[in-house]
């Protein structure tokens, strides 16, 4: 490859992982020329080459910078359906913004009183949002955690502490959080399946119990990630039953419960835990308050040890983030807001739904979401690990089914994050509808 050509994918690769964004001034024809020791007429050529590709565009006083849509970003095609988040679009942070300000004239007085658990303001509100719900938790039960993985983390680490070969039961399609945190700790994984009608086959759970190989049982109970529904009553008091049975604690992460789309707030199973069996999981980052990295924990019977190993890995969660937490939630000021975003996403979920359910190859399922953000396909003739890194091409971003249950009717399931979804990526949808029936 000649000098030139060299250092056009020296440039283009360096765009491609982020080095160079858009908007970024590249270094100059002298530069180049000193840094990579070519010459003037190289650098030249290689500008001009990078130009004609559409990666950079030159600018009166500032050379050559990044295009705006360097990479391809123009193709008509491009969605981020795989992206994990809420469009960050959808929140209005004004509330929160304003809650913080007011709320750091209280910072040298927290700085005054450590609470390795959490402020007490806080706390409190998380205590009296589960009054206002309908069911009772005591401020001094809750640990503030360092968003929703610490909590989920925390939880697992309290319920698998000191046993050797430790196995948790995990209600599938899952969080793939709390899939990857299991496999990077070595916690071997029973999987159960739920069905489409919200039941649960228990037979291997109640053999794998018998025998004490299951530690714990972990599930979403409300609006669960990624198809968006809840867990039918007669489930949730099967699981409970085995769980009260077998004496073993049940995992419930809370991240999407505040989401609904006709504004119910079910209430978690740890509204019905009568003798401290589940560790409720929660996180303000889903509904009011994304990138503070502020979670919870109620972790039950757990308290001391799940405090201890808390002090031993980040101490505490950071001040500032749960003062205007504490501020926000105070006096329902962050209700507004939240209807909006519940409002929001039930249009744009709906919306993606409806643009979807005629496209579907024979034998495809989508069962409507209740609540959150996504929308799960399954029963995709297509195998959809292939299907997303050929859409990859067409800058098209999907998200194999494998990351929310890793085992063969995964490789046949889409989860699509309508929150990212616009009219404008029909061409996108057009593109996979087409796809999803190729073998």
């Not at 929660?282 to 808390?310: D, I, N, Q």
């Not at 039930?346 to 495809?364: F, I, S």
Request: glycine share 10%.
């Amino acid at each position: 490859m000649s000098k030139y050509g060299e250092l056009v994918q020296r440039i283009i690769s360096s765009i491609r992982h982020g080095d160079y964004q858009r908007g970024d001034t590249l270094p100059s024809l002298r530069q180049l020329v000193q840094q990579y020791g070519v010459g003037l007429n190289t650098a030249r050529r290689t500008y001009y080459e990078l130009e004609k590709l559409g990666y950079v565009v030159a600018q009166p006083r500032r050379g050559y910078v990044v295009a705006a849509d360097a990479g391809g970003g123009s193709d008509s095609l491009a969605a981020p359906l795989g992206a994990p988040f809420i469009h960050p679009a959808l929140y209005d942070t004004r509330p929160l913004t304003h809650a913080f300000v007011g709320a750091m004239r209280h910072y040298a007085q927290a700085l005054a009183e450590p609470a390795l658990a959490g402020i007490p303001a806080l706390r409190r509100q998380i205590a009296q949002q589960a009054y206002a719900e309908g069911w009772q938790v005591h401020a001094d039960e809750v640990l503030i955690t360092c968003g929703g993985m610490e909590a989920l983390s925390l939880a697992v680490a309290a319920v698998t502490h000191g046993v050797a070969q430790p196995q948790v039961a995990v209600l599938q399609p899952a969080f793939p959080g709390l899939l990857g945190g299991l496999a990077e700790q070595g916690i071997a994984i029973l999987p159960l399946v739920l069905a489409a009608d919200g039941s649960v086959d228990t037979a291997a759970l109640q053999q794998a119990l018998s025998q004490g190989e299951v530690q714990a049982i972990a599930l979403m109970s409300a609006y669960c990630h990624p198809h968006g529904r809840s867990l039918p009553p007669a489930t949730r008091q099967q699981l409970l039953g085995l769980a009260q049975r077998y004496d073993v604690p049940v995992i419930e992460d809370d991240a999407y419960r505040l989401l609904g789309f006709d504004g119910t707030v079910p209430l978690p199973m740890k509204a019905d835990d009568q003798d401290g069996r589940i560790l409720l999981c929660g996180t303000f980052s889903k509904s009011m308050a994304p990138g503070y990295r502020v979670g919870w924990l109620l972790p039950g019977r757990y308290g001391e040890l799940v405090r201890r190993l808390k002090l031993s890995q980040t101490l505490a969660s950071p001040l500032p983030n749960q003062l205007a937490l504490a501020e926000l939630l105070s006096g329902g000021r962050y209700l507004p807001g939240l209807r909006r975003l519940r409002q929001q996403l039930a249009d744009k979920v709906g919306q993606l739904e409806t643009l979807l359910r005629p496209t579907l190859p024979d034998g495809a399922t989508l069962q409507p979401a209740q609540g959150g953000y996504f929308v799960w396909l399954r029963d995709i003739p297509a195998d959809c690990v292939q299907l997303a890194a050929a859409a990859q091409r067409h800058a098209i971003q999907l998200a194999p089914g494998t990351l929310c249950q890793p085992d063969a009717a995964g490789r046949h399931a889409l989860r699509l994050n309508a929150s990212y979804f616009s009219p404008d990526q029909q061409p996108a949808l057009d593109w996979l509808a087409r796809a999803m029936r190729r073998v």
